[in-house]
């Protein structure tokens, strides 16, 4: 089934350092979603951006999507121990009725 | 608050038992979802319902098996037949379609089975 795969699979970096990590997707797609987890909770989403834009902010955080290339690119700029989590890109189903998850990127920031 | 709320947040079974996890949803949402999550595996997608009394196998179905008899309820049986049922279990919910194009969800803090 369609899925993205998160690179790297682990990330760690200093406190006020940029994390970049990337997604790859296979078939074409309405929207590309992300999603953050702290160990042993749930998922919380983080922004989505669909397939007509190419660039998207919330805070901290700034995604990039290239449909040419299948590709997405979350950076978390300014880092901090808080932001220690894995992270997650998703899209959606063949029907677009779910949504199918990578294997996630873990990020550690250490102070 | 509105959220999702799965129980029990840790659950242990025998071999050979069917278990039940529940999810509840007061948010209003028409879709829900249930994902396992195991180390290095990322979330693979068990069981989804868009609708009361319906609902559609995701990718790992086998051994597994939920009802829908209310909006607010989406509960999934582990049954004997789930070969290697340890994992961590999620449960999500959505709305259907929407502004935003497709189901951003909204994910409860999930339910670890460990099989003795």
């Known amino acids: 089934s369609q899925q993205g795969e998160e690179d790297p699979q682990a990330l760690s970096i200093q406190e006020g350092e940029n994390a970049t990590m990337n997604c790859s997707y296979k078939t074409s797609i309405n929207n590309l979603q992300w999603y953050r987890q702290n160990s042993g909770r749930g998922l919380v989403h983080l922004i989505l951006?669909?397939?007509?834009?190419r660039e998207k902010h919330s805070g901290r955080l700034r995604v990039t999507l290239d449909t040419s290339k299948k590709s997405s690119s979350l950076l978390i700029t300014a880092s901090r121990a808080a932001d220690t989590a894995s992270y997650f890109c998703a899209t959606g189903n063949q029907a677009g009725t779910a949504l199918i998850f990578g294997k996630g990127t873990t990020l550690s920031v250490s102070s | 608050d509105g959220g999702i709320t799965q129980s029990p947040k840790y659950l242990f079974r025998k071999e050979g038992q069917n278990v039940t996890l529940s999810c509840e949803q007061n948010?209003?949402?028409?879709?829900m979802y249930w994902y396992r999550q195991d180390p290095g595996q990322g979330l693979r997608l068990i069981y989804y319902s868009q609708i009361v009394n319906d609902f559609q196998k995701g990718d790992i179905a086998e051994g597994y098996s939920v009802s829908r008899e209310k909006k607010e309820s989406f509960p999934l049986t582990v049954t004997s037949a789930q070969k290697n049922p340890t994992a961590f279990y999620l449960c999500?919910?959505?709305?259907?379609?929407?502004?935003?194009?497709?189901?951003?969800?909204?994910f409860g803090a999930g339910s670890r089975l460990t099989v003795l």
């Open positions: 999500a919910s959505s709305i259907v379609g929407g502004s935003m194009g497709a189901n951003v969800l909204t």
């Open positions: 951006i669909r397939s007509n834009e």
């Open positions: 948010l209003n949402h028409d879709a």
